[in-house]
Each structure stands twice: as C-alpha cells, then as structure tokens.
C-alpha cells in the first residue's frame, strides 16, 4: 500500500526539530516526499516559511491526541521524532507506528523507557514489521556503529570478530544538550524511590530481557590506563546508554560478536590526577542530579524548547571517539590481532553532527536496501553498512585499521 509521504517529521518547531527540517530541505533531493508535524499551526509555518520548500506540507496531531497519531502515521512510511522527553511524550507516538508497521527513528537515551518498550511493543512490531529505532544521534551511533564496522572489518579479514571492544571518547567540542541532561535527570528521579528501576538502570544488560544481569560487563566508575591507546580515562556519561544499546545490537544480530562479547566505554583525559579527580567529581555530579533541589535548579538553567547553541558554535565544534577491538589467538594457532576504528565529524556533536545522524537515519530507513526485521531495534541491527556508507557521503569518519598482529 503507498503512502503520501516518505517522511514525517514530528516535532519540526523545537530547536532539534528545526536543525531537521532544514537538514532534509537541504539534502534529500526532489523525489522526497516528506512533511513537518506538530501542535501549532503558526509555529509550523514560521518553519516552513525559513525554509526552500515553500509547499512543503504540514499535519497537526498531539502527543495526546490518539486520533491524531492515528492520522498522521497513516499517511507515511517513516515517522522521525525530536519529541522529548520521550519518557513523557514518546510513548503513543511509538506504540502508533508499532500497530501500524510504521518505521519510526528518534534521539531516546532513556533506557527505562526504552526497556519499556521492549517489554510491550517488541512482539508487535515484529509482527507489522515496524522498524523501531531509538538512539539515531550522538547516542549512540558512534558506538554502535562503529562497533559493528570494527566487527565487519574483523570478520572479513581475518575471519572472526572481536571479543572485546573498548571505546574512548577521544576530544569533542561544541554546544552544551539540555536535552541529554533533561533526560538524565528524568531518568535519575524515576530510581529515587523505585529500588526496582535503580536495579534495571544499572543492570549492564537492561536492553536485552533475556539475559541476567551481569555485573562484570558495568560501566567503569574510576580511573583506568588504557595500555592500547597508552591513555588515562575516566567514566564517560553516555556509557549507560551506549553500552546497552551495543550489547542489544549484539542480541538481535543473532550474538555475531558472541554471547561473551565485553564492550564497554570512557573518556580520555589528559593524566592520573585529572582522571582520578575526573571519576570522583562524576559520581559526585550522578549523585547530585538527583536531589530534588539542585535537580530543579538545573532544569531552570537549561536552554527552552527552541534554544540551543549558534549556528557559529555547531559549525565549529568536532568529535572524535576512537575503538580498541581485540580478536584473541584461538586453538587454531591463529595470532591474536589488536584493531583501532575511529568515527569522527567535523560539527559540533550535541546538534551539528546529531542533526545529519538523525536525518541519514531516516533517509535509510525511507529508501535503502536494509533487513525487513521489525522489532525494537538499534542503528547496526537495523540499518547496519547503508547507515554507515549514508553518513560517509555526509563526511563523517568511520575508519577501522588493523594496529598489530
């Protein structure tokens, strides 16, 4: 059955939503049929009137508003979504295009949430063939995907995968996301007094039900000396998503890294003290985001929807995370090899480099030869090399290298 539009793009007036929609009237060329949707009819149009696409088409719904949902995820065959928290505002929306098999790709790095979803929408999107993807921006498709080109690289060389793979976020510089902490701090106080969810939070496999929990693959909480890259580095704060969303990719590609595949993340620093000083004042900061007090004055101090940083500051910022895959030697008597993969962008990684990763992934998910899996997915289970091959031809990095044999 065709659909009206290729795309729709919910949430086309926040401040995400608009670097979106001018992405996609910049880059998807003139077979592209795709629309802006929201609440506000005013708003909408100020979008579209900033924009080259003069009829560019516009559909009101609300989060709310299941008719709505209804109507809107009708007309399309890809639903993208900028819509946060998605822990408050996510969920119809989702729960719609799963009922209808309706590929659908956001910017979630809300584990719970997403746990959620597995738990209730899974099954269904398998059965209509929804492609549901979460985490299609800076969490975590770096991670993800360069896992997953690291593990191709390993395998068509040298015939196996990697065992291990250890990620460090190597340099970044750009605007601050008041979106990424909102959905921390969300996150954070649904544990407050919920020992259930603290536990889920922490489990290092909480996106993958069928497994138990196990505790030797958590995040790294100290300081620790990366021997590879010959680095000091201390915890990462997107490794509680990142981590999860690879270990997922993991499950649903059938365990091709291996049922003991250990992947874990952190960010370089510059010595032993920094990165001593770095663990403690992270755990520190965990721990105060979720005092009520200092949890609503930080809410008060982040950008409102629509703000973010200037167009200045994202075209200036960069990123550069780099991966330490191990193949180890086997009773085969074959050599154990070290790989190095690197995944870089020259834009600010919060928005710039968010912006082009969301947008590719909705591209891909419209018009590229990807697996017909539905389900609650990740970018590698879903969109795999086509992403990757998507966001080269967008000039961002994704280079694997063999250092030692």
Known sequence: MSKKFDIVLWGATGYTGQLIAK?????????????IAGRNQDKLEKVRAALTVPNLPILIGDSHDQASLDAIVAQTRVICTTVGPYTLYGTPLLATC????????????????????IDAYHALAQATGARIVHCCGYDSIPSDLGTFLL?????????????????????ASGGFSGGTITS???????????????????????????????????????????????????????????????RRSNALLGHRYGKDFYYNESMRVSNRITAMGGSALFK?????????????????KLPGSGEGPSAKTRENGFFKVKLVGKIPRNNQNQQAVTLIGEIADSLDPGYGSTTKMLSESALCLAFDDIPQRGGILTPASAMGMPLIQRLRQAGMVFKPETKNQ
């Open 23 to 35: 992405y996609l009237a910049q880059h998807a060329d003139d077979t592209v049929q795709w629309a």
């Open 98 to 117: 799963a009922a209808q098999g309706v590929d659908y790709c956001d910017l979630s790095g809300e584990p719970l949430w997403m746990r959620q979803n």
């Open 151 to 171: 593990q191709e690289h390993a395998q068509a060389i040298y015939g196996r995968y990697c065992s291990e793979v250890q990620m460090v976020m190597w340099a």
């Open 184 to 246: 921390l701090m969300g996150t954070l106080n649904q544990t407050q007094n919920d020992k259930a969810k603290a536990h889920l939070l922490a489990n290092p496999f909480n996106l993958v039900p069928e497994r138990e929990a196990d505790w030797s693959h958590a995040d790294q909480l100290g300081a620790r000396y990366d021997e590879e890259l010959q680095v000091w580095t201390m915890p990462f704060l997107m490794a509680n998503i990142n981590t999860r969303i690879v």
């Open 284 to 300: 520190l900061g965990l721990d105060a985001l979720s005092v009520p007090a200092i949890h609503k004055f930080v809410k008060e």
